[in-house]
């Protein structure tokens, strides 16, 4: 297998040193040989803690931009108010995992096959500790996590007493409330433990709950859609592979797909539904179930978690109403028809972003690499070229690009994975590792419980109506 970006640099650095020519400081040699992650993490945490010391010394007074009326009745966009370590947006370049952008990942984290996709347990470190982690860091988690991944039988029994036709997401959020009762902050909050120690049962949570969520999600699939059955993890797999492995697929390539989309939708800022509310029920020291439980809620919104199934109905109604293989003329004129219709495109468009999702982009290389010869993938990338375009006409869209749910749903509809319903709760398990990684930070940093400031009609007009006067 060809060495890595990371790889040749530690090689490069280890020569360096046998030759004489530089002295690496005991940290370095460390942050190369652990591979365990909580310890890793128990060494960088009182550095950033004296980092945020730091910062709120300095430079606490500085303001960080204006809000304004439109902000605060407009859904919060664009108000810079919260830290979020993890991952930043930016609208142009799209999503860094820890400073890194998605093609960065996909050269410099672990991969399980030559070429491929990067494995969720290495993004996972990533998130974490900010640093890329060997195959060895990244094996060890994957270990750790099969450890932890059985389910008490009170879980099911929970998700059992639910309707069969209860939406996979009333599911996953009934079974996440249920694994609750094995919450190691919760016993350590009663026992009266040390603030600044809240962060290590928080990992605790967090882990074996990342850990218990294939198995969770596949059974609901299961129960939902094929009579039930339970199939056992095969803890030789990595955790996208055993996961596609217990939703019942055997295809590498499908292997392969569920590493990359857990990879690719783990984390998106802060400021979305579902990472958002995490933190906000987290910052009153709920434990990760109870967080993450009210986050997968938010998720299940048909503005947030419910979008790409959106975009495969849309698709199939057009496939169904002008062909597969439709030219560019019938395609642009069913999407105007569609516009005109008082309708959206689903799929295009993002708050933040203004240029093409890279998380499209490396689902449509994807595509290309596995399936170019799919009629669907195909009819996909007619719509990228023709859509943009119409929006730009129409004067109202500022970001007139494809987004991650363009593309995700035709992905997993081509290799089997039909029941759209279940979508999101793929989109669930993938999250997890975003903004659990984050809880732990913000327990670690002691983030405050979160307390903004809210106002009513009357106030906004009196306040305005004084600024106008002033002015």
């Known amino acids: 297998m060809a060495m890595g970006g990371r790889a040749?640099?530690?090689?490069?650095?280890?020569?360096?040193?046998?030759?004489?020519?530089?002295?690496?400081?005991?940290?370095?040699?460390?942050?190369?040989?652990?591979?365990?992650?909580?310890?890793?993490?128990?060494?960088?945490?009182?550095?950033?803690?004296?980092?945020?010391?730091?910062?709120?010394?300095?430079?606490?007074?500085?303001?960080?931009?204006?809000?304004t009326v439109d902000m605060?009745?407009?859904?919060?966009?664009?108000?810079?108010?919260m830290l979020w370590e993890t991952s930043l947006l930016d609208p142009e370049e799209g999503i860094r995992f820890r400073g890194l952008s998605i093609p960065e990942c996909q050269e410099k984290l672990p991969a399980a096959v030559s070429d491929g996709e990067p494995i969720p347990e290495g993004l996972f470190w990533l998130l974490v500790t900010g640093e890329v982690p060997s195959k060895e860091q990244a094996a060890t988690l994957t270990k750790d996590w099969a450890s932890r991944s059985d389910i008490p039988g009170h879980v099911y029994d929970v998700v059992n007493a639910l309707p069969i036709n209860a939406h996979p997401m009333t599911q996953l959020t009934a079974g996440v409330m249920a694994l609750q009762?094995?919450?190691?902050?919760?016993?350590?909050?009663?026992?009266?433990?040390?603030?600044?120690?809240?962060?290590?049962?928080?990992y605790e949570d967090s882990m074996n709950l990342i850990a218990r969520?294939?198995?969770?999600?596949?059974?609901?699939?299961?129960?939902?859609?094929?009579?039930?059955?339970?199939?056992?993890?095969?803890?030789?797999?990595?955790?996208?592979?055993?996961?596609?492995?217990?939703?019942?697929?055997?295809?590498?390539?499908?292997?392969?797909?569920?590493?990359?989309?857990?990879?690719?939708?783990?984390?998106?800022?802060g400021g979305n539904v579902s990472a958002h509310t995490v933190r906000l029920v987290g910052s009153a020291l709920s434990d990760p179930y109870l967080s993450f439980a009210a986050g997968m809620n938010g998720l299940a919104g048909p503005l947030h978690g419910l979008a790409n199934q959106e975009v495969l109905r849309w698709i199939n109604e057009a496939v169904e109403a002008i062909g597969a293989d439709a030219s560019k003329e019938k395609l642009t004129k069913y999407v105007k028809d569609t516009l005109n219709s008082g309708k959206v495109v689903p799929g295009y468009?993002?708050?933040?972003?203004?240029?093409?999702?890279?998380?499209?982009?490396?689902?449509?290389?994807?595509?290309?690499?596995?399936?170019?010869?799919?009629?669907?993938?195909?009819?996909?990338?007619?719509?990228y070229e023709v859509v943009p375009d119409i929006l730009l006409e129409t004067g109202k869209v500022k970001n007139p690009w494809p987004n991650v749910d363009a593309h995700s749903g035709v992905l997993l509809q081509?290799?089997?994975?039909?029941?759209?319903?279940?979508?999101?709760?793929?989109?669930?398990?993938?999250?997890?590792?975003?903004?659990?990684?984050?809880?732990?930070?913000?327990?670690?940093l002691g983030l405050?419980?979160?307390?903004?400031?809210?106002?009513?009609?009357?106030?906004?007009?009196?306040?305005?109506?004084?600024?106008?006067?002033?002015?």
């Open 414 to 444: 081509y290799f089997g994975l039909t029941e759209e319903n279940y979508y999101t709760v793929l989109f669930g398990v993938s999250r997890a590792l975003g903004v659990l990684a984050q809880l732990v930070w913000d327990r670690a």
């Open 181 to 202: 009762t094995d919450s190691e902050f919760q016993k350590a909050y009663e026992k009266g433990i040390h603030k600044s120690k809240f962060w290590e049962p928080v």
């Open 72 to 81: 605060a009745i407009g859904g919060m966009r664009g108000i810079k108010g």
């Open 8 to 67: 040749r640099g530690v090689a490069s650095k280890l020569r360096r040193i046998s030759a004489g020519c530089e002295i690496a400081p005991h940290w370095w040699f460390r942050r190369l040989l652990t591979t365990d992650l909580r310890s890793r993490l128990a060494e960088l945490i009182p550095g950033e803690q004296e980092r945020l010391k730091k910062l709120k010394k300095e430079h606490g007074s500085v303001p960080l931009g204006q809000t």
């Open 448 to 471: 405050p419980i979160e307390r903004p400031k809210s106002m009513t009609m009357g106030w906004l007009e009196n306040y305005c109506k004084k600024q106008t006067v002033t002015a």
């Open 349 to 383: 468009g993002h708050a933040v972003l203004r240029k093409t999702d890279p998380r499209y982009t490396c689902q449509r290389e994807f595509a290309l690499k596995h399936l170019p010869d799919d009629p669907i993938f195909k009819m996909v990338s007619n719509l």
């Open 213 to 269: 969520l294939p198995g969770l999600a596949s059974y609901i699939y299961q129960r939902t859609y094929h009579g039930g059955k339970l199939i056992e993890s095969n803890k030789s797999l990595d955790y996208g592979a055993n996961f596609a492995h217990m939703l019942g697929f055997k295809e590498p390539k499908m292997y392969e797909l569920m590493r990359l989309y857990l990879s690719i939708h783990s984390d998106h800022e």
